[in-house]
């Protein structure tokens, strides 16, 4: 089983609200990682958690928040939107083995009013 | 001289026809290399990794030149269903993370 799951499917939130993206995989992977994409691009690297912890965050904004509170669960919280953030959030999951394939999950389609 | 760098495409062939793909890479210390596809609007999907032999899965073939930095993927009788982005990308290690290059859309037309 290679699978990655992200919830919601799609989210609509206006600039003022507070809002999660939940992500979850149960292969074992020590690593996650949210990407943003906008459409027509490559997915962008946002945070990395390695074993827990973070390891990169990519100049993100502080309006994301990501959070991992165990090792099959990754958050990312979400406060104060701009329309511009509106995009797909892709979480995935990497393992030791299998030559650093990374897994996606089916992402969120988030739009921001 | 951006990171991974691909056939800015799009491509747009016949059912049957065979198309090639090219991909370069900046970073001569990367370790891993694969094609990911993607459907618009879903996720990436990991189509093959790339090995320095060379490695084949039915009508796909992808080639690794370490030496030139080049990577390639080969679509032999092209479906409809092959339509899709394709995406080249690169694991560098150091960081753990993946680097994306901009994608080639493929669509294949009947």
């Known amino acids: 089983d290679t699978e990655v799951t992200q919830t919601p499917k799609h989210l609509v939130m206006g600039m003022t609200n507070k809002k999660s993206l939940k992500c979850e995989q149960h292969?074992?992977?020590?690593?996650m990682y949210w990407y943003k994409q906008k459409a027509k691009k490559p997915p962008e690297l946002m945070f990395v958690y390695s074993y827990e912890k973070l390891s990169i965050n990519e100049s993100v904004p502080s309006r994301f928040s990501p959070e991992c509170p165990n090792s099959s669960l990754l958050n990312l919280h979400l406060h104060a939107l701009q329309p511009e953030d509106s995009a797909l959030y892709l979480c995935a999951s990497r393992g030791q083995e299998k030559f650093n394939i990374q897994y996606f999950g089916a992402g969120t389609r988030l739009s921001v009013l | 001289r951006k990171e991974v760098e691909q056939d800015p495409g799009p491509f747009n062939v016949p059912e049957g026809a065979t198309v090639a793909f090219n991909c370069t890479y900046s970073?001569?210390?990367?370790?891993?290399f694969f094609w990911y596809r993607q459907d618009c609007r879903k996720e990436p999907k990991l189509l093959m990794s790339?090995?320095?032999s060379g490695n084949e899965d039915g009508r796909f073939t992808a080639q690794l030149n370490r030496a030139s930095q080049y990577i390639s993927l080969l679509i032999r009788d092209s479906k409809l269903s092959d339509s899709a982005t394709y995406l080249c990308v690169v694991f560098q290690g150091s960081q753990g993370n993946l680097i994306f290059g901009k994608g080639t859309k493929l669509s294949v037309k009947p």
């Open positions: 292969m074992g992977h020590r690593a």
């Open positions: 790339v090995y320095s």
């Open positions: 970073n001569s210390a990367s370790q891993s």
